[in-house]
């Protein structure tokens, strides 16, 4: 009997061959397996290594020791500091004494009003002494333009004085001292007298502001006060009584005694005061310079006067 093909079968010489177990890393449900959770950390104490109570006790011993001590030199410190304090304020030592201040740079202004004005006419201590305030309050008076404090511990102390220079007097509803960069810096008291000549046509507003203008007009009217200031006739400044000044018309000046007006106008001052004096010695040889009323240098070459109203005599001299 002819054998019979079976086409299920595999071809000759193949044998079945079972499948290779793979396991699923990923296995579900009660085939997965179970892993061991791993810790950071894990904590198993020895017992036998626990501290005794003995132990406990000393080790709080310890701290109460401890503490206690820390809190009493903490209040000794505290109250040394304390003590300290008061002794440092209360000692002699430290002491600033009134007679002891060495001021410097007065003219105008007494010892014993810096040292009122500073709050140092009483003795005071060097530790706590507010040099920024004593400053404050010298450049506070009127007088003063710069104060220097200099101190030395332990009770040393020293004050440098800077006085404005009064360069002339200012009237503007009230008379005023002002330096020579026109900053009006004092008032005038009822009962002051200075020789200082004054000078008119300025409101206290405009030589506050100090603008180009009143600038520019202060530095002519300084000018000739210099150049007043080297003369030795009756021209000098000390014999002037004021200087007025008008935008249109120049400087004008007036003498204390005779109250005569000149009328100077603007610059060549140099020159228009030789040639003055030239004409004021004519004048005097020929006896007619007392009765003046004013007179004028703004003319070229020339010198103008008058003796009154309408009435005008004129002096020529060369230059």
Partial sequence: MANKYNFREKPYGQKNKPKEFKPNPKAKGRNRRREKKKYPFSFKPDMSKLPSLGWLIKEAFKLILVGTLSFIVLAVLTVGSIVGYMYVNESDYFMIKPQSILVTGLSKLARTEILEAAGLDISVNSLTLDTKTVIKNIKALPWVENAELSQTLPNGLSLKVTEYKPKAIVS????????????????????????????????????????????????????????????????????????????????????KKSGLKIKVGLGDYPLKFWRLAKVTAHLKEEGLYENLDYLILDYPERVTGSYGPGALQTARRGS
């Fill in 172 to 255: 503007s509803q009230y008379l005023y001292y002002i330096n020579e960069n026109g900053l009006p810096f004092k008032k005038l008291d009822p009962l002051e007298i200075s020789d200082l000549p004054i000078i008119s046509g300025f409101t206290f507003e405009e030589l506050s502001d100090s603008g180009p203008l009143v600038h520019d007009a202060l530095a002519e009217i300084f000018s000739l006060i210099k150049v007043l200031d080297s003369r030795k006739d009756d021209y000098k400044t000390s014999n002037v009584s004021e200087f007025h000044y008008d935008r249109d018309r120049g400087l004008t000046l007036y003498l």
